[in-house]
């Protein structure tokens, strides 16, 4: 099992900046990708972008490129999502995601809000 938690979001004005984290803990996530996702009112959920653990190879949405870096803490077990010129349409529930590359099992954190007001 792997637990996630989320932190860091909150409201923020058109081309402000949030950083997010998640906190990993559980059983070891050296073969595992990390990934953000979000979820607005009324939408399906969307890949914001995600990282390996090992060696951090990254990729994004094409919504969220050159906007949003994610960067890992290996010794810290945390990911991170810099969010900069924040846009009203990135507001949506955040979540933190990591896949098993073997298995393919999925955990999820619980979420945190990101409002990004105009």
């Known amino acids: 099992q792997v637990q996630l938690v989320e932190s860091g979001g909150g409201l923020v004005q058109a081309g402000g900046s949030l950083r997010l984290s998640c906190a990993a803990s559980?059983?070891?996530?050296?073969?595992?990708?990390m990934g953000w996702f979000r979820q607005a009112p009324g939408k399906e959920r969307e890949l914001v972008g995600t990282?390996?653990?090992?060696?951090?190879?990254?990729r994004y949405a094409d919504s969220v490129k050159g906007r949003f870096t994610i960067s890992k803490d290996n010794a810290k077990s945390t990911v991170s999502l810099q969010m900069n010129s924040l846009k009203p349409e990135d507001t949506a529930v955040y979540y933190c995601?990591?896949?098993?590359?073997?298995?393919?099992?999925?955990?999820w954190g619980q979420g945190t809000q990101v409002t990004v007001s105009s």
């Open positions: 990282i390996t653990w090992n060696i951090g190879t990254t």
């Open positions: 559980g059983r070891t996530l050296s073969t595992s990708i």
């Open positions: 995601n990591a896949r098993e590359v073997v298995t393919g099992t999925n955990y």
